[in-house]
C-alpha cells in the first residue's frame, strides 16, 4: 500500500517566492522529485516540466511555446554533463527559472551565483521532514523518536510505521544499485573505518573521483561544516558487517583489491586515507608493505600525489627495493616536485651505496627544501650522517646537536627521542664517553618517563648499542648483556617481532636494522669474556639481520670480527669463507675502495688472522700493518690488529719503545679509564703486555696493572636473584635463602610489577590486586613500601629494584627496574610461557610441570589479577593435561592419561576433561577403573557442588597414584 505523500506547505512558498534558480541538492529518498511534482501542480501553467530524453534545445522550445516567463522543473539532472547544467544556470532567472533536483554542488557558476543571491540551494538539511511534518504524516505521538532514529529521512521516516516496510531491505536494495567499487568498500570492514578519512581526501580535491561518490545514490548529508554517510545508514553498514579485528593488514590487503576497480582519483584517496588512520602502523609487516606497494604502483607514478610517491619510495626502500625506490625519487625531482624527504631518501640511499659524492650533493638541497622545523631536524641529522661516514666525529656531532635544537622546536614526540639517541652516539664517536652516558641516560629516562614516549621505543635502539658498547669497554659486561638482550627484546617482543618487518624511521639509515648491530654487539662482548662459541653465533645473528635488510655498508663488522673468535678456536676453513665473503662486499661497491676507507678497519684484520692461521707470519704482518688509524682509534678491530702486529715483532725480537708508545697512545683514545678491553685480552697478548712492562717505559706501570688485574670471566646473569613464589604456597626468597615476610604483600607487589612488566599508578595496583576493598590505593602504596623494605634489608643495593617515575598522563607510576645487578623470577612465569602448552614437544618436561600445578595467588579472594592469570592458568592446563593424556592413550598407557587428567580436575573441574577421562577408564584395569568409575558417577550429578568435586578428583588421584599434594583452592 502506497503511504499518501505529504504536502510540502514548508517548502512550496519558497521555491515559488524566490527569483532565482535553485537547486534541490540531496541523495534519492529525500523527495526532490515529490516536491517537484506538488510545485507542477500547484503552478502548472507557469511550469515546463522536462521529459525524458529531453534535450536542452527541446527542453528550451517548449518554454518558449509559452508565451511567458517560466519555470524549468529538471528531475535528476545529476545525470546532466557539468557543462549542461553550467548553461541552465546561466539562463536569465526573469525570463527562464530553472529547478533543478542535484546530488552535489562541484558545478560551475554555482558558488558565484550563491554569493550574488542569484541561486537557492535546498540540501538533505533542508528536505529532511521536521517532527512537526513527521507528525501530520503519521498522527502518532512517538514521532519525536522517529525523528531521532532517522533524522528525517523522507522516503524512510515516511514509510518506517508501514506493516510491508521493512527499512533493512530498503537499505539493502539501495547497496545493490550502487557502482561495485563503491559497495565493494562499503561492504568491507577495514575499508569502512576507512571512510571518514578517505571522503575527506575526496572532498579536498572535488574532482571526477568526488562527484561519482556523490551520484552514486548513497545518502551523504550535511554534517556541520561537511558531509558525511546518513548515521541511520551508517549504523546499518556497521550492523551487517562481519565484526573483525580492525588491523592495518586486513586494511592493505582490502585496499590492493579496491584500487583495481576505481578510478585514478578515487584510487589516490584511498590510500592517502589508509594513511591517515594508521599512520606508522602501516608497516607493521612485510605482508602490509607488499600490499601497499602493489597497490601504489598499480596507481601510477604519473597519477600519484608527491606526497605518495615519497611514501612509495620510503616503502620500497624498507623492503629492500633500493633501486626501484631510487627511480621513483628520480621522476619526483624531475617533475620538480622534490620535497625535503625526497633529497634525505636519495642521500640515505646514496650513503648506503657509500656514494658519497652524490650524498654529499643532497645535503644542501635538504637544508634548502626543508619548510619546517621537523624537515630542519632532519636535514641536520642527515647532514652529521654524513660527517660521521667520511670520520668528520666533531662536526657530525655539531650537526646532531642542531638536529637535536629543531627537534625540541617541532614539538614532534619520535623526533625528539631519536635526537637525544643520535647526539648520545655521536658523542661517543667523537670519543666523548662520559657526555655519551649522560646522553644514553637522557634518552632511556624519557623513554621510560613519558608514556607516550614508550612507543617509540624502537627507534632508541641505537643507545642499547652504544650503552652495551660503553659498558663493555668499563668492564662491566653483565649490565653489556642486560642493554643488549633488552634491546633485542623491543624487536623480538614489540608490536611487530623481529621475524617480521622491522619500522624504519626516516631518522634511521634506510635498509637499516639495529637488531644487526646489537647482535654484532654482543659478539663482541662474547669475545671480550673468551665465550668464543657464542661470540661467533652472535655475529653468524649479526650477519644474518643484515644481510636481510641488504645493509652492505654494516655488514663489514661482523664479517671482520667473526674472524678473531674463529682464529681462537683454529677454525680456518670458516675463516676462509667469511674473508671471502667480506672481500666480494666491499668488491661489490666502487666507492668504498674510493675516499672511504671504513673497510680498511675490518679487511686487514680479516686476511691478517687467516695468514696467521696458515702460518704464514710475514704476510700476517704485512695485513695488519694496513688497518686503518685515522677515525677508527676506538675501533676494536684496530686495537686488535695494532696488538697482533706488536705479538710478531716480539717474535721477531724487534718489539721496542715505540711500539709501547703507539698502544699506549691507542688505548688512551680509547677512553677507558681501565684499559679494561686490553685486559680480556691478556690471555692471548700476556707476553706482548709483559715485554713492556721490562722495557720500563713511563707505560709500563699500565701495563703492569692490566697483567694483574687481567681475567677471562663468564658472568652471571645477577649478583641477586629474587625468586617470587606465587603458585600454591606464597614466598620470597633471595639469592636461595627464604625471606621471612609479616604478610604476603611484597609478593603481590613483585608479581604484579613482573608479570605487568609496564609502569603502573597505585590506583591500577589497588583495584587489580585488592579488587573492591576499602582503601584500595592506601593498601597498595603501604604494600610497595613495604616490599621495598623487605629488598633493601636484605642487601642495600636492592633498595632500586621498585622503580618509580612521574608522567603528565599517569602521575606517578612504578615498575621493575632493569639491572645487571639483579633478577625477578616468578614461578607463574614458567607456566604462562610457551612451555607450558600442547606444543613444547619435551612430555617430560610437561608433565612435571603439570604435576606442580597449583593456582596463582590462591588466596586473593575476589582479585581481579589472580582471576586473571588463572584463568589463562587453568585454560593451559585443560589443553596440556588433554594433550598429554592424547599422547599417553595412544601409547597405550592409559593409566597415565587417566593420571594426566585428574591432575588437571583436582584443580578446576572441566566437562571436556571428564569426558575425556571416561574414554579412557575402560581400558583400565579393573582395580584402577573402580576408583576413576566413582569419580566419574559423582561428576555426571548435576548437584554435585565444585569444591566436592576437586576433592574427589584428589581422592582419586590419592587412591591411584599416591598423590599426598595439598590442594590450593
Not at 521529459?51 to 529538471?74: E, F, K, N, P, Q
Not at 591411584?960 to 590442594?967: A, I, P, V
Request: charged share 20%; with cysteine; proline share 4%.
Amino acid at each position: 500500500m502506497r503511504h499518501k505523500a505529504l504536502t510540502r506547505t514548508r517548502l512550496l512558498p519558497e521555491l515559488h517566492q524566490f527569483p532565482g534558480h535553485i537547486l534541490l541538492c540531496a541523495p534519492s529518498g529525500w523527495g526532490k522529485s515529490t516536491l517537484m511534482r506538488q510545485y507542477a501542480q500547484e503552478h502548472g501553467a507557469d511550469v515546463v516540466v522536462a521529459r525524458s530524453g529531453d534535450a536542452l534545445d527541446t527542453l528550451l522550445a517548449r518554454r518558449a511555446h509559452t508565451g511567458h516567463s517560466a519555470t524549468v522543473l529538471i528531475d535528476d539532472a545529476w545525470l546532466l554533463p557539468a557543462p549542461v547544467v553550467s548553461s541552465l544556470l546561466g539562463l536569465d532567472p526573469h525570463d527562464t527559472r530553472v529547478v533543478l533536483a542535484v546530488r552535489h554542488l562541484h558545478y560551475p557558476r554555482v558558488h558565484l551565483l550563491q554569493s550574488r543571491g542569484r541561486l537557492l540551494v535546498l540540501d538533505a538539511a533542508d528536505l529532511a521532514f521536521t517532527v512537526k511534518e513527521l507528525y501530520d504524516l503519521h498522527q502518532r505521538d512517538d514521532v519525536g523518536d522517529l525523528y531521532t532514529e532517522t533524522q528525517g529521512w523522507p522516503h524512510l521516516s515516511a514509510q518506517f510505521h508501514q506493516p510491508m516496510f521493512r527499512p533493512e531491505a530498503y537499505l539493502t536494495d539501495l547497496m545493490e544499485d550502487l557502482d561495485p567499487a563503491i559497495r565493494a568498500r562499503l561492504e568491507s570492514v577495514p575499508m569502512l573505518e576507512m571512510w571518514d578519512a578517505y571522503f575527506a581526501h575526496l572532498q579536498q580535491q572535488g574532482d571526477q573521483a568526488f562527484t561519482a561518490v556523490m551520484n552514486s545514490g548513497l545518502p551523504i548529508v550535511p554534517a556541520g561544516e561537511s558531509l558525511a554517510l546518513h548515521p541511520y545508514f551508517w549504523a546499518f553498514l556497521l550492523n551487517r558487517t562481519v565484526p573483525q579485528a580492525s588491523t592495518p593488514e586486513a586494511g592493505a590487503q582490502a585496499l590492493q583489491e579496491y584500487v583495481k576497480g576505481v578510478d585514478a582519483g578515487q584510487a589516490v584517496a584511498a590510500v592517502a586515507a589508509f594513511f591517515d588512520q594508521h599512520g606508522d602502523e602501516a608497516e607493521v609487516s612485510r605482508e602490509c608493505v607488499h600490499a601497499l606497494v602493489t597497490a601504489l604502483q598499480h596507481i601510477g607514478l604519473r597519477r600519484l600525489t608527491p606526497a605518495l610517491r615519497d611514501k612509495l619510495a620510503h616503502l620500497l626502500v624498507v623492503t629492500g627495493q633500493t633501486d626501484d625506490a631510487r627511480e621513483v625519487l628520480m621522476y619526483q625531482r624531475d617533475q620538480g616536485s622534490a620535497s625535503s624527504l625526497t633529497y634525505t631518501m636519495l642521500a640515505r640511499l646514496a650513503n648506503f651505496r657509500n656514494d658519497f659524492v652524490t650524498f654529499r650533493t643532497m645535503v644542501p638541497l635538504i637544508h634548502k627544501a626543508a619548510t619546517s622545523d621537523y624537515e630542519t631536524a632532519l636535514a641536520y641529522n642527515c647532514e652529521a650522517l654524513l660527517h660521521l661516514r667520511l670520520d668528520s666525529y666533531e662536526e657530525g656531532l655539531r650537526a646532531a646537536e642542531r638536529a637535536y635544537e629543531y627537534a625540541v622546536l617541532c614539538g614532534d614526540l619520535e623526533v625528539h627521542v631519536i635526537a637525544v639517541a643520535r647526539v648520545a652516539y655521536y658523542h661517543q664517536m667523537a670519543g666523548h664517553l662520559d657526555e655519551a652516558l649522560t646522553w644514553s641516560g637522557e634518552a632511556i629516562k624519557l623513554m621510560s618517563s613519558d608514556v607516550a614516549a614508550g612507543k617509540f621505543r624502537r627507534s632508541l635502539t641505537p643507545i642499547y648499542n652504544i650503552m652495551g658498547d660503553m659498558l663493555k669497554d668499563s668492564g662491566r659486561h653483565e649490565e653489556a648483556l642486560v642493554f643488549i638482550r633488552e634491546g633485542l627484546a623491543i624487536f623480538q617482543n614489540g608490536a611487530a617481532p623481529e621475524s617480521e618487518l622491522i619500522k624504519l624511521s626516516v631518522m634511521q639509515q634506510p635498509v637499516d636494522s639495529p637488531v644487526g648491530y646489537l647482535y654484532n654487539q654482543r659478539g663482541l662482548v662474547y669475545t671480550e669474556l673468551g665465550r668464543f662459541e657464542d661470540a661467533i653465533e652472535a655475529f653468524k645473528a649479526s650477519i644474518d639481520e643484515l644481510e636481510r635488510v641488504g645493509n652492505k655498508a654494516a655488514i663489514l663488522l661482523p664479517l671482520g670480527y667473526i674472524c678473531y673468535p674463529l682464529y681462537r678456536l683454529g677454525q680456518t676453513e670458516r675463516i676462509s669463507y667469511y674473508l671471502d665473503y667480506l672481500r666480494m662486499i666491499i668488491g661489490q661497491s666502487d666507492s668504498v675502495r674510493g675516499d672511504h676507507g671504513e673497510h680498511r678497519s675490518y679487511l686487514p684484520l680479516a686476511e691478517g688472522l687467516h695468514a696467521l692461521s696458515a702460518g704464514n707470519r710475514a704476510a700476517a704482518k704485512e695485513h695488519f700493518a694496513r688497518i686503518r688509524w685515522e677515525g677508527a682509534l676506538t675501533y676494536d678491530s684496530t686495537l686488535l690488529a695494532y696488538l697482533y702486529t706488536c705479538k710478531l715483532a716480539l717474535e721477531e725480537g724487534k718489539l721496542d719503545t715505540s711500539h709501547a708508545v703507539t698502544l699506549a697512545e691507542l688505548l688512551d683514545a680509547r677512553g677507558s679509564p681501565n684499559d679494561i678491553t686490553a685486559v680480556m685480552f691478556a690471555d692471548e697478548f700476556k707476553d706482548v703486555y709483559a715485554a713492556i712492562v721490562k722495557m720500563g717505559t713511563a707505560d709500563s706501570g699500565r701495563f703492569q696493572r692490566m697483567l694483574s688485574t687481567a681475567r677471562q670471566a663468564v658472568p652471571s646473569d645477577a649478583r641477586h636473584t629474587i625468586q617470587v613464589t606465587t603458585l600454591g604456597q606464597l614466598g620470597l626468597a633471595i639469592n636461595g635463602q627464604p625471606v621471612t615476610l609479616k604478610n604476603n604483600y611484597p609478593v603481590y607487589v613483585l608479581a604484579y610489577l613482573a608479570l605487568q612488566d609496564k609502569p603502573v599508578t597505585a590506583e591500577e595496583l589497588g583495584e587489580a590486586v585488592w579488587t573492591g576493598k576499602a582503601n584500595a590505593r592506601n593498601t597498595a602504596t603501604t604494600a610497595i613500601s613495604m616490599a621495598r623494605k623487605v629488598l633493601r634489608d636484605v642487601d642495600q643495593e636492592l633498595k632500586d629494584v621498585i622503580a618509580d617515575a612521574s608522567s603528565v598522563t599517569q602521575g606517578r607510576t612504578y615498575t621493575l627496574a632493569r639491572r645487571g645487578a639483579w633478577t625477578v623470577q616468578v614461578d607463574a612465569e614458567a607456566y604462562l610461557s610457551p612451555a607450558f602448552s600442547p606444543e613444547n614437544p619435551d612430555t617430560a618436561g610437561l608433565w612435571a610441570m603439570l604435576e606442580q600445578f597449583s593456582l596463582f595467588l590462591p588466596r586473593t579472594s575476589g582479585s581481579e589479577f589472580a582471576e586473571e592469570i588463572n584463568s589463562q592458568l587453568v585454560t593451559k592446563l585443560h589443553a596440556v593435561a588433554g594433550h598429554l593424556a592424547t599422547y599417553y592413550a595412544a601409547q597405550g598407557q592409559a593409566r597415565r592419561a587417566a593420571h594426566a587428567l585428574l591432575l588437571a580436575l583436582r584443580t578446576d573441574f572441566d566437562p571436556a576433561a571428564v569426558d575425556q577421562l571416561a574414554q579412557v577408564a575402560p581400558s583400565l584395569s579393573e582395580r584402577d577403573r573402580g576408583a576413576v568409575d566413582a569419580y566419574l558417577a559423582l561428576a555426571v550429578d548435576d548437584d554435585a557442588m565444585w569444591d566436592y568435586l576437586l576433592r574427589e578428583a584428589h581422592y582419586a588421584l590419592t587412591r591411584l597414584f599416591g598423590e599426598e599434594k595439598t590442594l590450593a583452592v
